[in-house]
C-alpha cells in the first residue's frame, strides 16, 4: 500500500510557566504533534533555535523521522550543545508523537515493543540547603503522597576544598530524610555539580550511611574524566548525564566506566531516538538508564516510551510537586498538569509500588490542552537559574 505523506505545515512554540518550552507542529493529515524544547532558565536561544530549524522541517513528510532529524544535524555544520540539540529534539518529540497518532500505536511499540509493564518513578523531595528538620518534613509529604523512591540535594555549593561544615550540614540532611522515610523508601542523592573533585569524594563516603540509591552528577560534566576515581571510592552507584547532549557523550562515560546509571535530559540529548540509543548502549555495557526529567508531561511521557522499551531502563525522575513548578503557577490545579486535558489526569497516580502504568494511547498517549498553553502565553516565564555564591563571594554552580 502507498504511503500517505503527512506534510509539516507549522511549528508553534510556546514559553510557559513555571520554566517550560512546548511546541506544537501541525500537519496537512490534521494531526497534531507536541514537543518540549525546554532548557531551563534560557529559553530565548533554544526557542530560536526551533524557528532556524523548522526551515528544514517545513513542506517535509513528518513519517521520515531519522531521515528529517539527523539530516538536519548533519547539514547544519555547527550543532550540538544544550539550545541546538534541545530544540532539535523538541521536534523531533512531536514527530513521533505524530506518527504514532497517524498508525494508531504508541510510540513504544514503534521502537521494538515493552519489555515491562509499568515503570517506577522517583520525586523529588528538597534538601536545597533547606534545614534537616525541615528537609524531613518535606520528604515524610512526597512519601505520603506515594513515593516510594525520592531524591534530594546533596549538599549546599562547596569550594574545591571546603572546610568540613558543608559536609556536615549534607550528613545530617541525609540523616533526618533517611529517618524520617524509613529503612524501605529509597534515597537519591543529587550533588548538581556542586562539587570539585576532593569534595566530591570526601561527600561520596559520608553519605554511605543513608544507603543511597545512587549519587547523581557528583562533578560537572566537563570533569567526567574524574568519575572512574570517585566511583572506585564507594560502592554507591555513580548516575550522571542531564547536561551531556549526544550519543557520543554517553558512549564516552560508558568506556570511561565511571559511571553506572546514565541520565540522558531527553530534550537536550535531542529526542526519543537518540536515547534509545543511550539506553542500548546502557544495555550493551551491563549499565542502567535513567532520564532526568523535571520538566513538562510532553518529556516526561516520551522519556517514558523510552525506559518502557529498555532491558536498561530502571526507574524516571517525575517533576510533580516539584519547587520548580510553582513558578507562575496560579489556581488549584497542580501546575504539572495545567496543560494536560483534565480527562487524563488520573493517569498519573502511582500504584502501591510507585510505579505508573505505561499508556496504550497512540503516540505520547497524551492530550495537551493547547488552548490553555495559548492563555499561558500570555504570562511568559520570569524563572532563572538560582544564583548561589560561596561564603567568600565566589559564583558557586547552583
Not at 296 to 318: D, K, N, T
Amino acid at each position: 500500500m502507498a504511503h500517505a505523506s503527512i506534510k509539516i505545515e507549522r511549528i508553534e512554540t510556546a514559553q510557559v510557566a513555571p520554566r517550560w518550552g512546548l511546541l506544537r507542529v501541525e500537519t496537512s493529515a490534521g494531526i497534531e504533534g507536541y514537543g518540549e524544547f525546554t532548557v531551563e532558565g534560557q529559553l530565548n536561544p533554544a526557542e530560536a533555535a526551533v524557528h532556524q530549524l523548522a526551515e528544514l522541517f517545513a513542506g517535509q513528510d513528518a513519517s521520515d523521522i531519522k531521515r528529517l532529524v539527523r539530516g538536519a544535524y548533519d547539514q547544519n555544520f555547527y550543532h550540538g550543545g544544550a539550545h541546538y540539540m534541545s530544540a532539535l529534539g523538541g521536534i523531533e518529540i512531536a514527530l513521533w508523537d505524530i506518527y504514532g497518532k497517524a498508525v494508531n500505536q504508541p510510540i513504544y511499540r514503534l521502537l521494538g515493543g515493552r519489555v515491562r509493564d509499568r515503570v517506577k518513578v522517583y520525586r523529588w523531595a528538597g534538601g536545597n540547603n533547606n534545614t534537616p528538620g525541615a528537609a524531613a518534613e518535606e520528604a515524610a509529604r512526597v512519601v505520603s503522597e506515594g513515593a516510594r523512591a525520592i531524591k534530594m540535594n546533596a549538599c549546599p555549593p562547596l569550594a574545591a576544598i571546603d572546610t568540613y561544615g558543608g559536609i556536615q550540614a549534607a550528613v545530617a540532611r541525609a540523616g533526618a530524610v533517611r529517618e524520617a522515610v524509613g529503612p524501605d523508601v529509597d534515597i537519591a542523592f543529587d550533588f548538581h555539580g556542586r562539587c570539585n573533585v576532593p569534595m566530591a569524594r570526601r561527600l561520596a563516603k559520608e553519605l554511605e550511611f543513608a544507603r543511597p540509591l545512587f549519587y547523581e552528577e557528583p562533578v560537572r560534566p566537563d570533569y567526567n574524566r574524574w568519575l572512574p576515581d570517585i566511583a572506585a571510592i564507594t560502592h554507591v552507584p555513580i548516575a550522571t548525564g542531564e547536561r551531556m547532549c549526544t550519543v557520543a557523550e554517553f558512549s564516552d562515560v560508558a568506556a570511561g566506566r565511571g559511571a553506572h546509571i546514565l541520565q540522558p535530559d531527553l530534550v537536550h540529548a535531542g529526542g526519543i531516538s537518540n536515547c534509545a540509543e543511550i539506553a542500548s548502549i546502557a544495555e550493551a555495557n551491563g549499565l542502567a538508564v535513567a532520564p532526568h526529567c523535571p520538566l513538562s508531561p510532553i518529556a516526561f511521557m516520551a522519556c517514558l516510551h523510552v525506559v518502557a522499551q529498555s532491558r536498561a531502563g530502571w526507574i524516571l525522575e517525575w517533576s510533580k510537586g516539584i519547587h520548580y513548578n510553582a513558578s507562575g503557577a496560579t489556581g488549584e490545579v497542580d501546575p504539572w498538569l495545567r496543560y494536560v486535558d483534565e480527562s487524563q489526569w488520573n493517569e498519573f497516580e502511582v500504584d502501591a509500588g510507585g510505579h505508573l502504568a505505561i499508556t496504550e494511547r497512540p503516540g505520547l498517549g497524551l492530550a495537551v490542552n493547547w488552548k490553555e498553553v495559548r492563555h499561558a502565553l500570555k504570562a511568559g516565564v520570569t524563572w532563572r537559574d538560582e544564583a548561589m555564591s560561596l561564603p567568600d563571594g565566589t559564583r558557586s554552580n547552583w
